[in-house]
Structure formats: C-alpha cells, structure tokens
C-alpha cells in the first residue's frame, strides 16, 4: 500500500490446520503433495513436485512490526490483528519445483517388492501462492500469485510393500523468496 505511505513487516507465527483427521475435516484441508517423475538410470530420477502448503495468521498473536504505516516510522511489538486482519494462505503457499531423486537402497533390490530405500530430493522452483488477506482493513484482491522462487532438500524412507505398492514417509525444508 505504497500509495497510502504503507511499507512494512510483519514477523510473528504463523500455523497451519492441525494434523489430518478424517473425522472432522473435509478431504481437501490437509497439506499435500503431487509428484510425477521419471528414472534417468537405475537410482537417479528427476520429479516435477507441487507441495500445496497451507499458513494462517492469528490476529491475536504478538507480532513485531517494523517499517512505516501512514508515513510513520514505526519499530516495535503488538498484536499481529492491531494491523493485519487476516492472513491466510489457505489454497496454498504451492511450492512448485524440479527436484532430482538420489533412491539410496537399505534392503532388498528396488526393482522387486519388499524393499526398503531412502531418498535424497533436491529441487529449484518457484511459489504460486494463493492469498486471502486484510490489511489495514483492505481486502486484496485473493488469487493465484506469481511469489518468486525458491529451492527444497527433502529426506525420504519407502518401503515398497509389493511391487507396485509403497509406504513413504519424507521430511522437507522448503526457501522462498
């Protein structure tokens, strides 16, 4: 909001839904990911990975506040809702990256059920968040945005049930700017 002599940070904490619970939340609430990908030699691939990530905004959370609001210069702690009403990136943060795969086999041969492996992820891309937000009692105008780029290292463990059946579970860190 430049043209209202508006410029400035917001830091505080920021959550997501809690975990998954099939009773009490429709389908689509829990963060996801989709990934399609292909093997370029036996343990190496390349994925195109979408992480639909989701963040809310408490506006009764403590928050500091640096930069200018009304051309006033302002550097210091209050509630984040005292200037931002609503903040949420509930359609998604969507990180959108090209990662290659390194499957490191821990048991049994990857090309047969009952194997065990980790996976090591690396990935470049870009985040198309979708926002929902007040400021300063001003709704913006909510959609899919272009939110700059950014990179993923993942960590994986899968264990292949049957041939072409699995269980994964993963841990990733995500920048963007």
Do not use: C
């Not at 619970?21 to 829990?30: A, C, I, K, R």
């Not at 499957?103 to 194997?115: A, K, M, V």
């Amino acid at each position: 909001q430049a043209g209202l002599g508006n410029d400035f940070t917001l830091s505080g904490d920021v959550h997501d839904y809690k975990s998954w619970d099939f009773w009490n939340h429709p389908l689509t609430v829990p963060q996801y990911s989709i990934r399609i990908g292909y093997f370029i030699r036996k343990n190496t691939a390349i994925e195109l990975n979408f992480d639909h990530a989701k963040a809310i905004l408490d506006p009764e959370s403590p928050a500091h506040v640096t930069g200018t609001i009304d051309g006033a210069s302002l550097d210091q702690d209050e509630t984040a809702g005292d200037h931002v009403q609503a903040y949420k990136l509930n359609n998604g943060a969507n990180f959108i990256l090209a990662n290659l795969v390194q499957r490191f086999p821990l048991s049994g041969r990857p090309d047969q059920g009952g194997n065990l492996a980790l996976l090591a992820k690396a990935g470049v891309g870009f985040m198309q968040p979708h926002t929902e937000n007040t400021v300063l009692g001003v709704p913006n105008q909510a959609g899919f945005q272009y939110g700059g780029l950014g990179a993923g290292l993942e960590a994986a463990l899968r264990l292949h049930a049957l041939d072409n059946f699995f269980l994964e579970v993963a841990q990733k860190g995500f920048y963007g700017h």
